[in-house]
């Protein structure tokens, strides 16, 4: 059975960082291609950042792009998002993905198409 345990949440003040990290069960981790998305309350989950199967091909939502970066390590099977200047807004439960593609980076947005899910680590910024 697939799995995918996300760790690295907590609350951090306005400005400061996390890092979130995706630890996948899935032997072929290295032909999947792996996601960030997150949903605050009330609000639908939103794509936050996507990283191809080999890791050549990343891609951001405009609300985190030059402040967040997501890279994985295919040997430790294991996906991470790098945070900083974290914001109130950034506030939501943050959920890992995989989806068993070769496709690029920015073909990945859409939560629909993936086929793996953890249960997410809650981030929480306070202003």
């Known amino acids: 059975q697939v799995r995918l345990v996300e760790s690295g949440g907590g609350l951090v003040q306005a400005g400061g960082s996390l890092r979130l990290s995706c630890r996948s069960s899935?032997?072929?981790?290295?032909?999947?291609?792996m996601g960030w998305f997150r949903q605050a309350p009330g609000k639908e989950r939103e794509f936050v950042a996507s990283?191809?199967?080999?890791?050549?091909?990343?891609y951001y939502a405009d609300s985190v792009k030059g402040r967040f970066t997501i890279s994985r390590d295919n040997a430790r099977n294991t996906m991470y998002l790098q945070m900083n200047n974290l914001k109130p807004e950034d506030t939501a439960i943050y959920l890992c993905?995989?989806?068993?593609?070769?496709?690029?980076?920015?073909?990945?947005?859409?939560?629909?198409?993936?086929?793996?899910w953890g249960r997410g680590t809650q981030v929480t910024v306070s202003s």
């Open positions: 993905s995989a989806k068993g593609t070769t496709a690029q980076a920015g073909e990945m947005t859409g939560y629909g198409a993936y086929d793996y």
């Open positions: 990283i191809s199967w080999v890791g050549d091909s990343t």
């Open positions: 899935i032997q072929t981790f290295s032909s999947y291609g």
